[in-house]
């Protein structure tokens, strides 16, 4: 399994990135993927996640109504576009993915995705907002 994360960068308070992240090695329709971000000297944390048998993502709260988590299964990708960027963005961000994920994207109705429930990760791509 190998997951390639692209598209983080610098923007000023109010913009907008949309990171890429490409996955191989796993059957791309009926697994778990899931962006987090890590600011410095602070836990990773997640920020969306999906099923992607389904259409339905789990987005946390500090960002809804300002990212969207959207799947390309031709391309076997997953996208994170990210409006209205603040600096408390500012993190790296990094996609995860877990093979045959039914029974865990069961479990997000009643707790929100944890690291834990990925075994694969990218190494990450810096987002930095500032002014």
């Known amino acids: 399994v190998q997951l390639v994360e692209s598209g983080g960068g610098t923007v000023q308070p109010g913009g907008s990135l949309r990171p890429s992240c490409v996955a191989s090695g796993v059957t791309f329709g009926v697994a778990l993927m899931a962006w987090f971000r890590q600011a410095s000297e602070k836990q990773r944390e997640v920020v969306a996640s999906?099923?992607?048998?389904?259409?339905?993502?789990f987005y946390a709260y500090f960002v809804k109504g300002r990212f969207t988590l959207s799947q390309d299964h031709a391309k076997e990708t997953v996208y994170l576009q990210m409006n209205n960027l603040k600096p408390s963005d500012t993190a790296k961000y990094y996609c995860?993915?877990?093979?045959?994920?039914?029974?865990?994207?069961?479990?997000?109705?009643?707790?929100?995705?944890?690291?834990?429930?990925?075994?694969?990760w990218g190494q990450g791509t810096q987002v930095t907002v500032s002014s």
């Open positions: 995860a993915t877990e093979v045959d994920g039914m029974g865990t994207a069961a479990a997000w109705y009643f707790r929100p995705p944890k690291t834990g429930d990925f075994r694969y």
């Open positions: 999906i099923y992607t048998a389904t259409c339905s993502p």
